[in-house]
């Protein structure tokens, strides 16, 4: 079976080796393969069909689409592969054209029976004549007139029975089943209070994955509404989780995702101030953040100052690493420089609309 696997753009290589574990975690055979035909924020996973016996002794076919769908950290939909191809044309009509052909081409009547309902939901990223609605409805008369050879379709928008998932991304189209749903696996339905700049849970589980946890205490000096630290315990971590947070309101608010995820009791929560660390902490091995930008939040004059305080105050406790993102490269690698830390990885991340830095000190 072929996957579409999304996530976001910059922790492709983590997404790629979460798959591959829960791959051999099945007992399946299969590959993954990172940024097809160069596309950023995607992987592709052929995995073999593999079987199990119920209760009862029936043989049934293992739900590979669900385990991924339950299991994933970090991945934000697994979309079972159809089709795909490089476009020749990206002019309005002639690229409709060539993605209607296509589409009508490829065996749609495999996929959805002309009883169940569909939709189509559209992706587009890149330089186009045309918008991502164009590319639905191109997508949709192609699936309409296909199955219209075996009986009457039905197109249900709102809650149809099967989701095609239809992408164009640069000139490459990609057409497959969505199994995960309208809401994105990063939506955690833990999150009961939303912070205004709050952090897409599958970046927080990438940082996680960069930290190289070993045991040890953990701390997000800027804890906001909690996003990395509950995910670090719902992974079961044993090590002790702290959360400060300036603002009561949204100390508060991550008090009640952790309650709702269930990890209230496995986490640490401080009012504080990132700028005084030392005043709660003699030590900590590891810090893991989402630093404020001033984007959304805040005024960004006042960044560097701050950052320049916190890494102070960090040099004082922090004992192995640190991950942090930032928007701001120039102003934390100078508070890096002055408190004697060191940048051991760098990468670019996308996430809101904003490419950021993710640094690994020690």
């Known amino acids: 079976m072929k996957f579409i696997l999304t996530t976001s753009q910059g922790i492709e290589d983590l997404a790629k080796r979460e798959v591959e574990m829960l791959i051999e975690k099945a007992g399946l055979k299969g590959k993954a393969e990172e940024k097809p035909f160069g596309v950023e924020g995607r992987i592709t996973a052929d995995i073999e069909k593999g079987y199990y016996f119920d209760e009862k002794g029936k043989k049934r076919e293992f739900e590979i689409a669900s ?7 970090l991945l934000h939909r697994v979309i079972l592969r159809i089709s795909s191809t490089r476009l020749t044309s990206l002019e309005k009509e002639k690229a409709l054209q060539e993605i209607y052909d296509f589409v009508l081409n490829t065996p749609i009547e495999k996929y959805v029976k002309v009883s169940e309902s569909f939709a189509v939901r559209s992706f587009r ?23 219209s050879q075996f009986g009457m379709p039905r197109v249900n928008l709102d809650h149809p029975s ?9 000139d490459v189209f990609f057409l497959g089943i969505d199994t995960t749903g309208d809401s994105s696996l990063h939506k955690r339905p833990w999150r009961v209070y939303d912070h205004p700049a709050h952090l897409k849970a599958s970046i927080a589980n990438a940082m996680i994955e960069l930290a190289e946890l070993d045991g040890g205490s953990v701390v997000d000096p800027m804890c906001g509404s909690g996003t990395i630290l509950i995910e670090l315990a719902l992974r079961g971590y044993g090590g002790k989780i702290i959360g400060i947070e ?12 952790a309650l709702a995820a269930g990890v ?4 640490d ?3 504080g101030d990132a700028t005084k660390l030392s005043h709660y902490l003699d030590s900590v091995d590891f810090a893991i953040s989402n630093l404020p930008y001033g984007l959304k939040i805040g005024k960004k004059s006042l960044i560097p100052e701050l950052y320049m305080e916190v890494f102070n105050e960090l040099s004082k406790v922090l004992e192995k690493r640190g991950v942090f993102l930032t928007t701001e490269k120039k102003a934390i ?3 890096f420089e002055e408190n004697g830390f060191t940048v051991i990885h760098h990468r670019i991340v996308g996430h809101g609309g904003l490419m950021v830095h993710l640094y690994v000190i020690k």
């Open 67 to 73: 385990f991924l769908n339950e299991n994933s950290r």
């Open 125 to 147: 990223k890149g330089e186009h004549e045309f918008t991502s609605v164009d590319v639905a409805k191109t997508v949709g008369s192609a699936i309409y007139d296909k199955l």
């Open 162 to 170: 099967v989701i095609f998932r239809a992408e164009v991304i640069n």
């Open 246 to 257: 300036k603002y009561k309101k949204h100390l508060k608010g991550a008090k009640m995702n």
């Open 264 to 267: 209230l009791d496995r986490i």
């Open 269 to 271: 929560f401080i009012h």
């Open 333 to 335: 690698e100078k508070a």
